[in-house]
């Protein structure tokens, strides 16, 4: 096992705690092969079920759990719901068959952080797991880059947004925040929208900052489906219009 690297600063960084949930015994024993020549990541249990997974992360309370979508018994999905209620800190990084926008849409309602395919390479997934330890949501990355996924997911939220009572009209953003926040979820880069709003790039991403914490929302992601679903923007999807 190699030592706890060193961070900013000069300061010791503990490896981040992780759990495996795979079915597969032979999947496990590579991943903690590979984790085991990290200094990042520190393997504390092993489940081949999402019931012993459950049990599991209430027994060591990771960091970190990287979780199958096909397990025996309870799906991923489900497991992921559990630990998230039971343990709202722990970050969710689940490896599927494939990226299906439906699924993403059911893993961003499980509080998954981070949604993979299977065959992942090494690298990425390393590159997810220290997002997810940084406190990001890299799932919300693969909405915005996928135009297939993204039209998926928006149109389902859209529906729940119209199938919704919702509580608050009332929009918190200026008129000018809520013409951003439409371009934001157009797919628009923070050049894009400065351009067609005849603004600069910063005033673009201090109005962005400003969105985030009027909404109390990590990312530009969050902030599109809070408005969405409260009926504060619409977004036109692909062969809209």
Known sequence: MLEPHTGEQGVRVSPATIVLVHAHELYRQGLRSNFSNTADFRVVGEASNGQQAIQLVDNTDPDLVLLSMELPGINGLEV????????????????????????????????IACYLPRNVSWEKLLHGLNQVQRGEYPINELVLSLPEVASQVLATFRQMAADEDTQSIYSPLSPRELQVLELVAA???????????????????????????????????????????????????????
């Open 187 to 241: 797919g628009r880069t923070n050049k894009e929208i400065a351009q067609e709003l005849d603004i600069s790039n910063q005033t673009v991403k201090n109005h962005v900052s400003s969105i985030l914490r009027k909404l109390a929302v990590n990312d530009r992601t969050q902030a599109v489906i809070y408005a969405m679903r409260r009926g504060w923007i619409k977004v036109a999807l692909p062969g809209e219009g």
């Open 80 to 111: 992921a719901r559990a630990i998230r209620r039971a343990h709202p800190n722990v970050g969710v990084v689940l490896l599927s068959p494939s990226v299906d926008g439906p699924q993403v849409v059911k893993a961003i309602r499980a509080g």
